[in-house]
């Protein structure tokens, strides 16, 4: 349903209100209110230029907009507002009517709206005209909207809620709109500096409430922002980032601090562009220092041999553009293709989005190191980058030696603590309620094995025969579950360190040249030496 | 060194608690008291008795063997029964002992149990009385005469009483059940006849004289016998 690739870092960040999404088209309707000069227009002012930087990114966003839907929006919650950020590639997913109408259709019931009012949100878009100003920018969409009270999530779905967010629409309950949660002026901070917005304007917002449509002059305002605002520090540090939200009565804005993982994300969606970029003003044949196993993937296959022959811009944007769409290729295919990537954009002088494709890649891979042909500022970046992991294996013998104690097996890091102390602590309690369960039956049984009639006790000897057998029976039940988790838990150690020794051994001097990446391989080869013929086998 | 060491502490460790975990088998349902337990019961004692105030005496055995202070309760047709009393009785007379109040000719099949809370073993008994002695006379009870003291007419027919005892001296009861299990003759069936004798409560002999003349009339019930001489003159 959301027909974007998932790059590595999306993946890393499942718990973004992330949906790829389409703004719309429709005319703008009725327009009454005129823009203060204090306030954002509700018309654009200019039709922007590509400028220096965005020179063919019209007909590469249409070139992408072409291969399908790719890019993510997202929505950033506050008290008052809420903000929803859209990448260009975002806008263009978002921008089909039929996903408004589908949003309106889903909450059609919720809302009691009739099939006239459902088909009218089609014609719901008061931004396409900044849209088609901004088109030829790659400039990134901050749109921000006064609360609803409660919203209701009765779309099909986040993609049709998106769009239809993205054309000032919302759904559920609302109240009385008040100066303080309108929305006046927006201004976007970086490390505390104000951003230049090369774009700004305030549409109406839609509320779709029970049985009707409201508009009581609620306006919500977008700001453009250069996709550079996203981008890392010099040290590869994700910078600060703020709106600032004034609602035109009280003097101090409201401050919305955009959560890091949603500017590396977005800075991660223009990173195809950044990689375009590259080969602008810069097109010569680079022999790279690392090589990479060939990809299985084909379009990867193809930045692969682009790489090897030099052509570094090509391959980075080979890369980063089949990154952006489904279906997902092989994880080792991504992480050499990402290396790739980031080693073309370090030997085109690009630290900042190679660190961003590093940083990603460690995150994964922090055991991972650079063989020692690579570029020393990526191997800086690798170790700035690298978390606290475990990279050394251990002999599986003594892990199967440390999993005689349940848990012990799985304790070889901080990462598996939980699950070293949940082997412990299911074999433990697992063994110990085996043991209650089993006295207990044995007391029953003393008691059933010691009546000798009369009916001294209430209870039938039967059911005493019973009561003991139930005990017993649910005793050997926790016997074996604490033998299970027990033997399961040494078998998962196992397995577990098995995989990290492969994983650890996968990105040990990743990149290393030809002759010397045979290492601990089979070679067979002709063997022609005097009075021989034949071949050879030779473990490297 | 250091690893046999190792490899030794850790099979010891394994074994200890490979040893605590085992799968405990189903506990034995042997509780005698208990019906759905394995343990068999078996109440043994003699086929029959044969006269008021015999003992029953039984005996429970048990594949396991009960512990002495176990509670069994004895129990026979004594109790419980609403209604007329049967004509044979037994009533419990201790652990494993029963004794025969009342009884008749007429043999009845009686079960005497031993109760272990719900579960019940019994056993089947056959009670009734058995002639062992037999007194023939003409008369009454209170005053008997010798039947050869008067003599018959030829066609005329007298009776003959008999007093029946089981082995405790009671009178048998039911003398009809008796004397369908005996046999009544006459020596010289010239002189009398029995063909009248029908088995009856009363236990009495009824013979005609046939022909001058005198003969023996002979009663056997089980281990009673006797008989009188009767007389017939023209």
């Given amino acids: 349903m959301v027909p974007t690739h998932r790059p590595l870092l999306m993946r890393l960040f499942p718990s973004l209100l992330a949906v790829l999404a389409c703004a719309a088209v ?40 072409a291969r399908g839907r790719t890019g993510a929006s997202f929505l950033v919650e506050a008290d008052r507002y809420q903000v929803h950020v859209m990448t260009p590639m975002a ?67 986040e993609l049709p809620r998106f769009a239809a967010m993205s054309r000032g629409a919302l759904y559920g309950l609302f109240d009385d709109p008040e100066p303080r949660t309108a929305v006046a002026r927006v201004e976007v901070r970086r490390d505390g500096l104000e951003e230049f917005t090369p774009l700004t304007g305030r549409a109406k917002v839609t509320k779709l409430t029970r049985t009707t449509f409201v508009e009581d002059g609620s306006e919500h305002v977008r700001v453009y922002v250069d996709v550079q605002a996203f981008s890392p520090d010099a040290e590869g540090k994700v910078p600060s980032l703020e709106l600032h939200v004034f609602n035109g009565v009280d003097p101090e804005p409201d401050i919305l601090p955009m959560p890091d993982r949603l500017i590396r994300a977005v800075w991660q969606q223009m990173l195809p562009w950044q990689a375009r970029q590259l080969d602008v003003g810069d097109t010569r044949i680079t022999p790279p220092p690392l090589h990479f196993a060939t990809p299985k993937d084909s379009a990867l296959r193809v930045a692969h041999e682009a790489f090897e022959r030099g052509a570094l811009g090509t391959a980075a944007s080979e890369v980063m553009m089949r990154l952006m769409f489904r279906p997902r290729p092989d994880q080792a295919d991504i992480r050499n293709s990402m290396l790739e990537a980031a080693t073309a954009f370090t030997l085109r002088d690009r630290p900042a989005e190679a660190l961003s494709l590093v940083t990603d890649v460690m995150e994964v891979y922090p055991c991972l190191t650079f063989a020692p042909e690579a570029p020393t500022q990526l191997k800086e970046m690798a170790e700035a980058t690298r978390k606290p992991a475990r990279c050394t294996s251990i002999p599986l013998p003594i892990v199967a030696l440390r999993s005689i104690v349940p848990g012990w097996g799985q304790a070889t890091g ?41 009916t001294t006790t209430p209870e039938p000897v039967e059911s005493m025969y019973r009561k003991a057998q139930t005990g017993r029976n649910l005793g050997n039940a926790f016997t074996v579950a604490a033998v299970t988790v027990w033997v399961g838990g040494g078998v998962e150690a196992l397995w577990s360190e098995y995989q990290h020794k492969r994983r650890l051994a996968e990105v040990r001097e990743v990149g290393r040249t030809r002759g010397s990446s045979a290492r601990g391989a089979l070679a067979l080869s002709p063997l022609v030496s005097v009075g021989r013929v034949g071949l050879q086998l030779r473990f490297q | ?194 063909a009248l004798t029908q088995p009856n409560a009363a236990g009495t002999v009824t013979v005609q004289a046939v022909g001058a003349g005198s003969t023996w009339v002979v009663m056997r019930i089980e281990n009673g016998i006797d008989s009188v001489r009767v007389v017939v003159a023209p």
């Avoid at chain 1, 000069?37 to 965005?54: A, E, F, K, M, V």
């Avoid at chain 1, 369960?437 to 010691?450: L, T």
């Fill in chain 1, 26 to 65: 429709a005319p703008l309707g009725d327009v009454a209110a005129q823009s203060s000069p204090t306030r954002p227009p509700l018309r654009p002012d200019s039709t922007l230029s590509p400028g220096p930087s965005g020179a063919g990114f019209a007909e590469w966003r249409s070139m992408i907009a």
């Fill in chain 1, 91 to 157: 806008i263009d997913a978002l921008a089909q009517d039929s996903l408004t109408v589908k949003a309106t259709r889903g909450c059609q019931r919720a809302l009691s709206l009739s099939d006239e009012q459902v088909e009218f949100t089609r014609r719901i878009d008061p931004w396409v005209e900044f849209d088609s100003a901004s088109y030829a920018r790659p400039l990134v969409v901050l749109a921000v909207f006064p609360k609803e009270r409660r919203r209701f999530d009765c779309h099909s779905g």
């Fill in chain 1, 414 to 454: 901080p990462v598996r603590r939980n699950m070293a102390l949940g082997v412990l602590a299911g074999t433990v309690a697992s063994y110990g309620l085996a043991e209650f369960f089993r006295s207990r039956a044995r007391a029953d049984y003393e008691r059933y094995a010691s009546y000798t009639g009369g």
């Fill in chain 2, 1 to 194: 060194m250091k690893t046999s060491r190792a490899r030794c502490l850790a099979t010891m460790v394994v074994s200890v608690v490979l040893s605590s975990c085992v799968i405990e088998e189903p506990f034995a349902r042997d509780n005698p008291w208990d019906t759905g337990s394995d343990v068999v019961l078996e109440l043994t004692g003699p086929d029959s008795v044969h006269s008021v105030g015999a003992l029953i005496d039984v005996v429970l055995s048990s594949s396991k063997p009960i512990p002495p202070e176990g509670v069994i309760v004895w129990k026979s047709n004594e109790t419980g029964e609403a209604g007329p009393p049967p004509e044979t009785q037994v009533f419990t007379a201790g652990p494993a002992r029963f004794v025969v109040r009342q009884a008749t000719a007429q043999y009845s099949q009686i079960a005497v149990s031993a109760f272990l809370d719900q579960r019940i073993v019994a056993w089947q008994v056959w009670v009734g009385q058995r002639t062992e002695s037999l007194d023939l006379f003409c008369g009454s009870r209170l005053a008997p005469i010798a039947c050869d003291a008067t003599s018959m007419a030829p066609g005329s027919s007298r009776i003959i009483s008999s007093l029946a005892l089981d082995g405790n001296t009671n009178p048998v009861g039911r003398m009809e059940f008796a004397m369908a299990r005996g046999t009544v003759v006459s020596r010289d069936p010239s002189v009398v006849s029995t």
